[in-house]
C-alpha cells in the first residue's frame, strides 16, 4: 500500500503522489494547521494550508503573514485519490482533529485536544479510525488533573478572598484559549477584568464568533488583570498573583497555581484512545514513549512514538 506516515515537518502523511502536512513548520504541500498556537502555526507559508475560519483569524493576529484556505468544519473535503475532514478538537475556539481517508482506511491526527467540557469553545467530537495520531503533553501516569469545575471554583474563591483584602490580582493565563476561558469563568462570578493588549485581540475575536466575553476598556482600572503568562513571575508590584495551568499539579510557579488545563490529563488520553478504537496508534508531542508503552499494557493495542524522520507504512497497521 503507498500510504505512509512519517513526522519531521510536521507530521506528513503520504498517499501515492500526495502528501498532506499536519501542523508542519513549513506549508511547502497541502497542509492542515488544527489550531492557532504558535507551535502549530507554520512559521513560513509557500502552499496556503487549511484550517477553520476561527483559527485563521487568530493565527493572522499573530502572525500578519498568515494567509489560509478555510475549511468547514465536518465537512470532507475532497483531494487526489483522499478525503480530509476537520472535527472538533475541544481544544482552544476553532481548535479541530483531521480525518483522512484512503483506501478503505482511516488515519485520525488529534493535534491538541481536551476531553472535557470548556466553556469558550465545542466540545470534542470522538470518532473511531483505523490509525489514532494522538499528543502525549499529559501522558504520564502521574498527571491527573482535578475536575474543572472544582478548580474554576477555587479559582473564584481565591480571587473574592484576595479583593475582599483589597488586594489587586494578576491571573497569568495562555493569551489565545486559556485566557479567554479566564475572563468566562471570572464574568460568571460577576468579575469583569482587565487585560494585556494580545488578550484584548484575542478575546475581541472570541466575541466576533459568538463567545460573550466581558473586559474593561483600556483606560479603565481594574482589580483583576489578565496577562500572558509568562510575564506574572516577572511582575513586582502591589498586585498578588496567581497562574491558570495543567502544569500547576506538579510544577512550582512562585505564586498561587490552578491546575485548568486546555489537554487531556493521562486518564482522559487512555480513555480517548479506547474509544476511538484504532489498530494502531502512534504518539507524538509530550511524554510519548511513556503513553505508547501504557497503551500497549493497559489497552493492548500496537503503539509507539513516530519519532522526527520516523517514517512507517500503512502495511504495519493491519
Not at 470534542?124 to 474554576?152: K, W
Amino acid at each position: 500500500m503507498s500510504f505512509t506516515v512519517s513526522h519531521g515537518n510536521g507530521i506528513a502523511v503520504k498517499y501515492k503522489n500526495q502528501t498532506i502536512l499536519l501542523d508542519p513548520n513549513f506549508s511547502d504541500f497541502t497542509s492542515i494547521v488544527s489550531h492557532a498556537h504558535s507551535d502549530h502555526c507554520p512559521e513560513e507559508i509557500i502552499k496556503k494550508p487549511y484550517c477553520t475560519e476561527e483559527t485563521a483569524e487568530f493565527a493572522n493576529i499573530r502572525n500578519p503573514s498568515f494567509h489560509s484556505h478555510v475549511m468547514k468544519e465536518g465537512k470532507s473535503m475532497k483531494f487526489d485519490g483522499f478525503s480530509v475532514k476537520l472535527i472538533s478538537a475541544g481544544h482552544i475556539l476553532g481548535s479541530t482533529q483531521t480525518v483522512i481517508e484512503a483506501d478503505g482506511k482511516s488515519i485520525l491526527y488529534t493535534g491538541d485536544f481536551k476531553v472535557r467540557e470548556n466553556l469558550t469553545c465545542k466540545k470534542i467530537d470522538i470518532q473511531h479510525a483505523d490509525v489514532l495520531i494522538t499528543e502525549a503533553t499529559y501522558g504520564y501516569p502521574a498527571y491527573q488533573i482535578p475536575d474543572s469545575e472544582i478548580v474554576r471554583r477555587e479559582f473564584v474563591k481565591w480571587v473574592e478572598e484576595q479583593l475582599k483584602k483589597n488586594k489587586k490580582i494578576n491571573v497569568g493565563a495562555y493569551s489565545l484559549g486559556k485566557a479567554q476561558e479566564a475572563i468566562k469563568i471570572l464574568n460568571d462570578a460577576k468579575i469583569v477584568p482587565q487585560v494585556s493588549d494580545m488578550v484584548r485581540k484575542f478575546s475581541e475575536s472570541y466575541r466576533k464568533f459568538g463567545i460573550k466575553l466581558d473586559f474593561l476598556e483600556k483606560d479603565e482600572d481594574g482589580e483583576v488583570f489578565i496577562k500572558p503568562m509568562h510575564v506574572i513571575p516577572q511582575t513586582k508590584s502591589d498586585f498578588v498573583n496567581c497562574v491558570l495551568t495543567g502544569w500547576a499539579v506538579s510544577r512550582d510557579y512562585g505564586c498561587q497555581g490552578f491546575a485548568l488545563s486546555d489537554h487531556a490529563d493521562f486518564r482522559e488520553l487512555m480513555e480517548f484512545v479506547e474509544a476511538v478504537n484504532p489498530k494502531r496508534v502512534y504518539c507524538v508531542h509530550g511524554y510519548e514513549n511513556v503513553l505508547a508503552k501504557e497503551i500497549r499494557r493497559r489497552l493492548k493495542i500496537q503503539a509507539s512514538t513516530l519519532t522526527h524522520r520516523q517514517q512507517k507504512l500503512l502495511t504495519d497497521f493491519s
